[in-house]
Structure formats: structure tokens, C-alpha cells
């Protein structure tokens, strides 16, 4: 007996046939024709699901023997390169992510809550589309997907390269038909995907003839799985996502067979600059004109606890995804060539091999591992959102630090993200004034006090009701002058080499970039940043994983060649730390593949040995990292210092071999 249920769970359509089951037979073939009547129609706006209740009774007794139950959904799409994508005839663009299974403490082995949270966080962004990358994922997944109006894409795990023999074969095309047979049913399903990237690790790129042969192995398993899918599901798109090199993929024939083409492009992080992304995907249309392309994966590492107001690549601060994404998000909507968009990620997720500012950790999702709202999840809810949206940006940052200006604040720029045209803000009962929406950002500047800070922003709807989004900071000033009365130094923690803030939520700590020293405040004397030597350029931080700490950001940047670090600080007794970790090597750093070329480069370097000495008195004398803690090893040294006679601190560096290093300092007072 077959039943069609609607949307609102009442029956439909009824059916039902008997037949004769012969013993031992599988897989008997029972056709019931049915046809319903001007249906509701599936889309991302109006996810009207329908199901499918299938059932077997024994027709002497009429005992229930085995029921399925199968959701329904009707609707028609296209991809088109004039039009985009379109479903029931009306023009869609696709925007959303890429999504690991993956939570902290967790790994993988995620309850249905999860996942369902997931989803519910795509949708809420204002989210249509998830690539379910890169192996098929908890049914779960695309249950809710199905439920909320998500448009999804799947994918089998061929990812990287592939193994030339008739076993790996056979199992690429038995996990391509499990694929597509156990999802066949769903209306989120639309784009069949496989192959990701899998040029992007080849095995004989130094041996030409051999690595042609491989070239060729990889396009007959491509139009093997091609033609399988096509025959099992004629419904239905595939794709191939490709990392950025369009020569290479053109060369082994890969952008001729699938219906569409997905590009994983990373300009602007990986290497080069943000217009490389425009430029890039116009070639690649100019050379298939009547391709649709996605854009299968685009992202920057964000750390949540760097940020910076001068950010830079690799910098993994907040702000530099901001950027990005800003950029981004603009170029893809220009194109209707490009129907649609997966950010890489929803979430952080764990990835053993990398090192990064948090090792172990791929940190391009727009979510943490615990789904905290990164600032870029904000700024797509705003770009999406039919709903009205104000969200000020930094909602995860809650302490923030910095030297107090002549009228005594310290002036800092936020971001509000809306969709409405103007944004008010309100800090400590004082209003700002109001600033124009551009591309859904509003910014200003704020001046904030010594201590809580609250931050209101509120924007107007065109019928009149009000947006509104909170904020308090804990706002830690540091006087212009350290030994003002008026506002009494009590710590300042500083990351040498850098332009990053960086807040530990653990410690309640908030680290500040450096400064040169100026008379009555304090800062460096001498020396230079150090930056991490790549095939793309200076990095502005190490990406090595420090051992021996979970802060890595504080040691990942130094001062190399540093005469001193003065603080004038009213007399008293102090507590300084000063924070060590040797970040160069006379080895070439390990090749990491999803790197792209940005590997440590072997550096000139020898041995580095030097004292320190804080106001002329000895307290460390022939330090040698390398030799004493070993290589990229956290190191923290604590004295007790008293400021007498107005003299303040002064912390001396003295070479014996090479340039002394600092990597950070720590200095707050004790009585």
C-alpha cells in the first residue's frame, strides 16, 4: 500500500496492489502509478515537503510486515550560465558552506542535535545551499536540509589524487551508486559531486611521461563515474570541484565531462591578492563560455581571539576575513555565470597536520568548533537575511585594550552589519549619530573608557519598528602617560613583532601589538620584526605549533635584533614576564599540502645566544633557546622588579651570538 501525505500530514493519495512473493526472491519490482493534483511546490522559501509511506500486510491477516517511509518534494531547476540557477522557474542565486561533521571534544561522532543545530544555523544566516563535503554525512543532515529549504550538493571521497588499479576503481563507482540510490528521494538533493581537488596532489609531476599516464587514469575513472551517476539519477547535476589551476584540469580533460564545474579558489590567502578572485573566474568563463561554475570553497583562517586594525595576510585575525569575504561575496554576486557559493566552512574543525595560530584546528569556518558566530557569519546573515538584521561586529570579543588619547578614551573602529539603510549607535548612553548602510556595513568609531563599555546599535525598518543588537566590552585602558594619577597603571601585556591584539578568555587577559618607546609611556628600542619566509612572500607571523603552550599567537612573533623595553611606570614593585619561543631554524619547515607553497623556507641562521638585564642588574645571562628548551618551545621567565626614583623599568638585551629575540611581555603591578 502506497500513501501520499502532504505537508500539513494529511493523505493525498492512496494505492495499494496485491502480489504474490515467491520465496527467496529480492528486489521485486512493484510500479504504482499515482499523480497529485496541483502540488505544493519545494523551494528554499517554501520547503513544503511531502512523504511517502510505503507498506506490506500480509493479505490473509492483514498484520502490518515492514513499512519505509520516504520524503516527496516536487519542484524543477536548471543551471544555466545566462540565468543561474533557477527552481520552479524563479532565479535563485546559491549561497552557503561547506560543512565537516565535526564539534569540539567530539570529533566526528556528533549527535543528531548537532547536526541539526547546524542546519538550523545555515538557515538563519539566510543560507540556501550546503556542499556536503567531502563524504555523504549523517542522514540527519539532509532530513533537516529537506525540512528547512536547503539546496544541497553531496559528494563520494575521492579527494587530492586517486590509486591506479581495478579495486579503487570498482569502489568509486559502488560508493558513487550507494550515493546517489540512498538520497535519490530527497528534494534538497540536486548536485551529484565527486573528485574534489583531485589534481591537487599529484604523485609524478617530475616524471612527465608517467604523470601523463596518470592524467589519463584520472579522466576514464571521471567519465566511468560520470556516466554511472547520469544513468542511475538523469535528474539530477554533477560537478567536479578543482582547486585553482584551470591549465591543469583543461589538460587532463576533467572540465569537459561534468555538467557543472566547481572551483576551491583561495586568492588573497593562499597567495596573491583579493582581485585575483574576479580575474580568475572571468578567464575560466571567457575559455567555457557555457559552463555554470560554483564557487565550491572560499575562506580565510580566523582565529577568534586575534584581531587587528591593520590586518594582513596570514595574519589570521578576524579582520582580514572580514576583507575577504567582503570582497568575495561582492564578486560572485556580480556573476551569473557563477549560480552559486559554499564558504569553506560552516565550522571550524579539527585537521591533525596543520599548524596555524590554533595547531591542529582548520579555523575558515564562519563558526568556531563550539559555534560561537564568527564576525563573518554576521556579515553574511546581514547580506542574506530576508528578516531585519543589526549585528555589531566583534560579538565574541569581550576584552580589549589599548593606550588612552589625550582626552583620555581610546578610539577604536567597530563594524554594525545590516540590511537596513541607516544604523544608529549608542555607547555608554551616548549616541554616536547615525551612518549609512554600504554593502551592508555601517562603521564607526568608538571611544572607549576605562572599564565596562556597553554598545547598543538600532536601526530602523521602513514600517517603523526597531533592530536593535547589545554589546559590553571590558575595556582595559592604558594611560598616555603611565604615571597619571588619574587613571593608575595596574598591567599591559605585549606581543613583540606584531599589529594583532589577542584575547585569552581563559586567563581574562587581552594582549596588545607592539609599539615603539616614547618618554613617559613605553615600547621597544631597536630591532626588527620578524616575519616567516614563504614561496609568496614574509608572512607577519610563524605558523609553527609552540609546544609547551595553548596561547600560540603570543609567541608566534618576536623582535629580533631588540636593544631594550622600556616602561615608565610609577615607582613600585612589579611582576614581569617575559615570553620566549625560538621561531627560526636552520631547517626548512615541513611541506604541508593544503598549504599551497606558504611552507617555512630554510632561513640563514646560526645560533642565537644573549643576557638580559632589567635596570642594569643581571638576570639572564648566555640564554640560548635552541639549546637549553629546544626549538619552537614556550618559555616564560618571571622576576620581581621594584621602580624606585621615578626611573621606571628598563629590560636591556646584550648579544653574545647573533640578535636577541623577545617575543612577548607581561609587566603588572603587585602592591
Not at 589625550?406 to 544604523?423: A, F, H, R, T
Request: glycine share 6%; charged share 25%; aromatic share 10%.
Amino acid at each position: 500500500e502506497q500513501k501520499v501525505i502532504t505537508p500539513q500530514k494529511t493523505v493525498v493519495m492512496q494505492t495499494s496492489k496485491t502480489i504474490k512473493l515467491l520465496a527467496n526472491v529480492q528486489n521485486l519490482e512493484n510500479i504504482q502509478n499515482m499523480e497529485v493534483k496541483q502540488p505544493q511546490l519545494w523551494s528554499p522559501d517554501s520547503p513544503n515537503l511531502y512523504a511517502v509511506y510505503t507498506q506490506i500486510y500480509d493479505a490473509k491477516t492483514n498484520e502490518l510486515l515492514d513499512e519505509v517511509h520516504q520524503p516527496l518534494g516536487f519542484r524543477w531547476f536548471n543551471f544555466t550560465v545566462d540565468k543561474g540557477f533557477e527552481i520552479n522557474g524563479k532565479a535563485l542565486k546559491l549561497i552557503g558552506t561547506n560543512r565537516h561533521q565535526c564539534f569540539d571534544g567530539l570529533g566526528n561522532a556528533l549527535p543528531d542535535e548537532i547536526h541539526v543545530r547546524d542546519i538550523k544555523l545555515l538557515k538563519a544566516m539566510g543560507g540556501n545551499f550546503l556542499r556536503i563535503s567531502h563524504y555523504p554525512q549523517d542522514p540527519t543532515v539532509l532530513e533537516m536540509c529537506d525540512k528547512l529549504g536547503i539546496v544541497c550538493s553531496v559528494e563520494i571521497p575521492i579527494v587530492n589524487e586517486i590509486t591506479e588499479n581495478e579495486e579503487f576503481s570498482a569502489n568509486c563507482l559502488h560508493m558513487a551508486r550507494e550515493m546517489v540510490f540512498q538520497d535519490f528521494n530527497r528534494p534538497s538533493v540536486m548536485i551529484w559531486s565527486y573528485m574534489n581537488e583531485v589534481l591537487l596532489r599529484l604523485p609524478f609531476k617530475e616524471d612527465s611521461v608517467r604523470n601523463a599516464q596518470y592524467l589519463k587514469s584520472v579522466n576514464k575513472l571521471a567519465q566511468s563515474i560520470e556516466k554511472q551517476i547520469r544513468q542511475d539519477d538523469p535528474s539530477r547535476y554533477t560537478i567536479i570541484p578543482f582547486h585553482g589551476n584551470h591549465k591543469l584540469y583543461e589538460t587532463a580533460g576533467l572540465t569537459q565531462i561534468p555538467m557543472l564545474i566547481g572551483w576551491n579558489l583561495y586568492q588573497g590567502w593562499y597567495g596573491g591578492a583579493f582581485s585575483g578572485f574576479a580575474t580568475f573566474l572571468d578567464d575560466v568563463h571567457k575559455k567555457l563560455p557555457k559552463t555554470p561554475m560554483l564557487i565550491t570553497e572560499y575562506g580565510a583562517d580566523v582565529d577568534p581571539r586575534l584581531h587587528s586594525f591593520d590586518p594582513q595576510r596570514f595574519d589570521y585575525t578576524q579582520e582580514y576575513a572580514n576583507l575577504y569575504h567582503e570582497v568575495y561575496f561582492k564578486a560572485i554576486q556580480e556573476r551569473t555565470f557563477v549560480v552559486g557559493a559554499s564558504i569553506w566552512n560552516l565550522n571550524d574543525f579539527h585537521s591533525e597536520t596543520r599548524e596555524n595560530a590554533v595547531p591542529h584546528i582548520n579555523n575558515k569556518g564562519i563558526t568556531t568548533l563550539t559555534r560561537e558566530l564568527k564576525d563573518t557569519y554576521l556579515q553574511y546573515q546581514a547580506a542574506l537575511s530576508t528578516q531585519p538584521i543589526v549585528n555589531i561586529s566583534g560579538q565574541i570579543w569581550k576584552i580589549r585594550a589599548g593606550n588612552a588619547n589625550e582626552k583620555g578614551v581610546c578610539m577604536q573602529p567597530i563594524k554594525v552589519y545590516s540590511n537596513l539603510q541607516k544604523v544608529e549607535v549608542i555607547v555608554n548612553g551616548k549616541s554616536l549619530g547615525e551612518e549609512k548602510v554600504i554593502d551592508n556595513i555601517a562603521n564607526f568609531e568608538i571611544p572607549f573608557v576605562n572599564g565596562e563599555n556597553t554598545i547598543e546599535a538600532v536601526g530602523l525598518s521602513a514600517n517603523g519598528l526597531k533592530t536593535k543588537d547589545f554589546q559590553k566590552i571590558d575595556f582595559r585602558l592604558i594611560p598616555k602617560n603611565l604615571k597619571d594619577t588619574d587613571l593608575k597603571f595596574n598591567e599591559i601585556n605585549v606581543m613583540l613583532g606584531s599589529k594583532r591584539y589577542f584575547e585569552d578568555k581563559i586567563m581574562s587577559t587581552i594582549w596588545i601589538p607592539e609599539k615603539e618607546y616614547a618618554v613617559g609611556s613605553w615600547g621597544y628600542i631597536g630591532g626588527e620584526d620578524y616575519g616567516m619566509k614563504t614561496r609568496h612572500g614574509v608572512q607577519p607571523a610563524s605558523e609553527l605549533n609552540v609546544k609547551g603552550t595553548t596561547i600560540d599567537p603570543v609567541f608566534q612573533t618576536m623582535r629580533v635584533g631588540l636593544e631594550a623595553f622600556k616602561l615608565d611606570v610609577p615607582d613600585g614593585e612589579y611582576s614581569v614576564e617575559l615570553y620566549f619561543a625560538e621561531l627560526q631554524s636552520k631547517e626548512a619547515g615541513k611541506t604541508l599540502i593544503y598549504n599551497l607553497g606558504n611552507d617555512a623556507l630554510k632561513e640563514n641562521f646560526d645560533e642565537r645566544i644573549f643576557n638580559v638585564s632589567i635596570n642594569n642588574n643581571l638576570q639572564i645571562s648566555n640564554l640560548n633557546l635552541a639549546k637549553e628548551f629546544g626549538e619552537q618551545q614556550a618559555v616564560i621567565k618571571k622576576f620581581t622588579v621594584s621602580a624606585e626614583n621615578g626611573t621606571g623599568i628598563n629590560i636591556q638585551f646584550d648579544a653574545v651570538k647573533g640578535e636577541p629575540i623577545l617575543n612577548a611581555i607581561r609587566v603588572y603591578r603587585k602592591y
